[in-house]
């Protein structure tokens, strides 16, 4: 069974709906949302060397700015991953479209020259990172990989995973065996943490190409908290059939984890390594104020905001919030609410709609980029 079944069921109900909006707007007003890139509402592949805002995308993932400034984006069920180069065009770096669903490899990806990006076969990849070389990590999820992307010349071999599985602790991360890793994170000694998704753990390549566990028992449940990490059990989408879950953000000497299912923001101390939640009851739904009374519906993507809270993707809540991590206080900061696609663009954020968001990501100079991925566009919150 594919992977993006339950996608696809949500997809095809929205397209009944009726015909595309206009085009959309350009937005400078602060506090205003537009549309960034994809034609919204419209899902596809129309190929590179289009504007931005004329480029067809399929569900988008994430986006992340390089240190260059440059937008990178995952463009999910087309197996692509994009950038948009200075003249607004886009251009595919890794992947090509297959609706046979992707493989796992292309010649020369274990060679030190790396293969070709557009030979590379991707299976829906998740997130994008950087290491302070240039060198671009991006998170393979299906092929069970993270794989990276040369500066300057592009090319691709493989960081981490030789198959599906759990192995590898201690040893050279080529070698470890992941199983669905959704998210990464690099910090400013160039460790990259991998949140392993069906093996419902939090795991950590050192700047020498270690790899090790340092969060999670690989018991699929919530438990563990204020203990010890390494104790800890994560509550994580499994199975044959599952969604991207899951997510990492670091800030303030701790690793930030979205607990997809159980429906909380939980924080690893990266200094004691013992594991508390800092929002969400436990119980899906909505609810905003107190964080630890605050509640989320299978939140995603997470991402410290230039502002110093840590904005959540609530997925299923066709929301973005924001906790304050001084006061402990959750809002809404995008989104209505109710799941679908305004027929203008260029309103305040939060009277905006989405479609089940799985991606957030700010830029240089503080504006906030939601990937509303079912209207398979990515859109532009102003500063």
């Not at 402990?328 to 203008?344: C, K, P, R």
Request: a negative charge.
């Amino acid at each position: 069974m594919s992977s993006r079944a339950p996608l696809l069921i949500a997809a095809a109900v929205f397209a009944a709906c009726g015909p595309p909006p206009p085009p959309p707007k350009q937005c400078d007003t602060s506090g205003h949302a537009c549309t960034w890139a994809g034609m919204p509402g419209v899902f596809g592949f129309n190929g590179d060397g289009l504007d931005k805002l004329a480029t067809k995308l399929y569900w988008t993932m994430d986006m992340y700015f390089a240190s260059d400034g440059t937008p990178w984006l995952i463009d999910w069920n087309n197996h692509l991953v994009r950038k948009v180069q200075p003249d607004g065009k886009m251009k595919t770096v890794v992947g090509w479209v297959d609706p046979v669903f992707p493989g796992d490899g292309a010649p020369g990806e274990t060679t030190a020259e790396g293969a070709v990006g557009i030979d590379v076969q991707l299976n829906h990849p998740t997130d994008l990172g950087q290491l302070s070389d240039g060198t671009m990590l991006v998170m393979a999820w299906h092929n069970h990989k993270l794989r990276k992307i040369a500066p300057g010349t592009e090319r691709v071999s493989i960081s981490c995973g030789a198959g599906a599985g759990f192995s590898g602790d201690g040893a050279m991360a080529k070698t470890a065996l992941l199983k669905q890793p959704k998210a990464l994170q690099v910090d400013a000694q160039d460790n990259v943490y991998i949140l392993d998704q069906q093996n419902f753990r939090v795991r950590k390549i050192n700047a020498t190409g270690t790899i090790s566990t340092i969060a999670g028992n690989g018991m699929k449940a919530f438990g563990g908290d204020n203990g010890p990490a390494l104790m800890a059990s994560f509550n994580l989408e499994a199975g044959s059939n599952p969604e991207p879950s899951g997510g990492l953000a670091l800030g303030n000497g701790k690793l930030y984890v979205a607990e997809t299912l159980s429906h909380r923001i939980r924080a690893i101390d990266l200094t004691t390594n013992v594991i508390t939640t800092i929002a969400g009851s436990g119980v899906g739904g909505f609810a905003d104020g107190p964080a630890l009374e605050a509640q989320f519906l299978n939140p995603r993507d997470l991402e410290v905001g230039p502002d110093g809270r840590l904005y959540v993707a609530d997925t299923d809540n066709n929301r973005i919030r924001a906790i304050d991590l001084t006061s402990g206080v959750v809002s809404t900061v995008v989104g209505t609410g109710e799941m679908g696609l305004e027929a203008d663009d260029d309103r305040l954020a939060t009277a905006t709609k989405l479609h089940r968001p799985f991606g957030i990501e700010f830029d240089r100079d503080g504006h906030l980029y939601v990937s509303d991925t079912i209207n398979s566009r990515i859109l532009k919150v102003a500063k």
